[in-house]
Every structure is written in C-alpha cells, then in structure tokens.
T-cell receptor, first 114, second 109 residues
Framework: DTEVTQTPKHLVMGMTNKKSLKCEQHMGHRAMYWYKQKAKKPPELMFVYSYEKLSINESVPSRFSPECPNSSLLNLHLHALQPEDSALYLC?????????????FGDGTRLSIL | GENVEQHPSTLSVQEGDSAVIKCTYSDSASNYFPWYKQELGKGPQLIIDIRSNVGEKKDQRIAVTLNKTAKHFSLHITETQPEDSAVYFCAAAWGKLTFGTGTRLTIIP
C-alpha cells in the first residue's frame, strides 16, 4: 500500500463532463505533484505545488485545473477533456520541492475519455 | 532541458542471475538520481536513489552506481526473483525530475 492515496482508481467521462481527481497524503510533505502517464511511457510532470502554492505549470491546457486546499490534499479539476487526455494520472508528494527530495507516488487514476 | 536515455528497453534474465540497466543524462547540473519500479496497475515505487556526491549505494540486492564525469548511472539487481519483474525507470533531477524511457524487466523462472 502506498502512503499517497488517489481517488477514484478509474474514471470514464464524456468530453462535456466535469470531474475531479483527488489525492491525499499524511506524511507531512509540503510539495505535491500531478503527473500524466501514457501507456508504455514515463510519467510527465504537469503541476507542482510547494507549501500550497502553485510553483510549476508545465504549459498544461486550461481544461486541467489544479487546486491545493491544504497541505494534505491535492485536486485536479477536469473539464471539456479530449480523447487524447486518456491516461494514468499520478499524484506524488515530497518533503520539500527541492529536486533532491524523494518523490512518493500514488497508484494513480486511470482516466478514459469517451 | 534535461534529457535522460535508458537502455535496454526490454531485458529478460534467468531467475537468480543479475540484471543491469543503464542511463545517461545530459545536464551536468543534475544532482539527484532516483530509480523507480512500476508494477502493472500501480504507481512508480522508489526503490533506491543516489546523490551526486556519492559514487555508489547499495540496499540488499539492489545497487546504483554514478559516474558524474561520464554522466551515466546504472541499476544493478543481483539474485533476481520473479517479483522483480516490472518496468524500471531511472530519473535525473535538476529543478524537476526527468524520467528515462523505461526498461521492462522479465525474470524467467
């Protein structure tokens, strides 16, 4: 079992739907991340939150909207997604946002866009 | 930006033998090099990491070596077991993590 919990595990949505992915960690970590992983590819960074503030946005389309309500929670709000957005969405956390801090991943949400 | 190359893309090893996966990176400023294991349906799991001021690190059957001059680092798994079968990713960090393309390791019983 991982210490980073993601819900739901699977999500199927239409292109006009609005949904949210949730991530929770109770390790006292102050940096949290969203990654996107396509099949047979490595994870790609989307967003970084450090001390609940957005510090990195890797030029992600605005149909993905991150939110960090508190130091333990990270959400990813989805709206008007495209079929190519189907992927595994991974959340990670680390003690701080410095590059040498180990990142710990959840098991992801597998998203399918119809 | 950083670029990480990983080889081989697939590796099949007889149970009990050793497995070696190699990565090279482009940005000499990178100073942290983790290795992740990803099993089917799971997220990446950190298995070992090394920082730029260390040349080698070992944890039971797993070891990582780093050559900063040549900008390459390697994962060594000894006495392989069926549960070692997974996809392995190396990564290099300067500002953010950049992952290699992955190695699918299969342990043959």
């Amino acid at each position: 079992d991982t210490e980073v919990t993601q819900t739901p595990k699977h999500l199927v949505m239409g292109m006009t739907n609005k949904k949210s992915l949730k991530c929770e960690q109770h390790m006292g970590h102050r940096a949290m991340y969203w990654y996107k992983q396509k099949a047979k590819k490595p994870p790609e960074l989307m967003f970084v939150y450090s001390y609940e503030k957005l510090s990195i946005n890797e030029s992600v389309p605005s149909r993905f909207s991150p939110e960090c309500p508190n130091s333990s929670l990270l959400n990813l709000h989805l709206h008007a997604l495209q079929p190519e957005d189907s992927a595994l969405y991974l959340c990670a956390s680390s003690q701080g946002s410095q590059e040498y801090q180990p990142q710990h991943f959840g098991d992801g949400t597998r998203l399918s866009i119809l | 930006g950083e670029n990480v190359e990983q080889h081989p893309s697939t590796l099949s090893v007889q149970e009990g033998d050793s497995a070696v996966i190699k990565c090279t990176y482009s940005d000499s400023a990178s100073n942290y090099f983790p290795w992740y294991k990803q099993e089917l349906g799971k997220g990446p799991q950190l298995i070992i990491d090394i920082r730029s001021n260390v040349g080698e690190k070992k944890d039971q059957r797993i070891a990582v070596t780093l050559n900063k001059t040549a900008k390459h680092f390697s994962l060594h798994i000894t006495e392989t077991q069926p549960e070692d079968s997974a996809v392995y990713f190396c990564a290099a960090a300067w500002g953010k993590l950049t992952f290699g393309t992955g190695t699918r390791l299969t342990i043959i019983p």
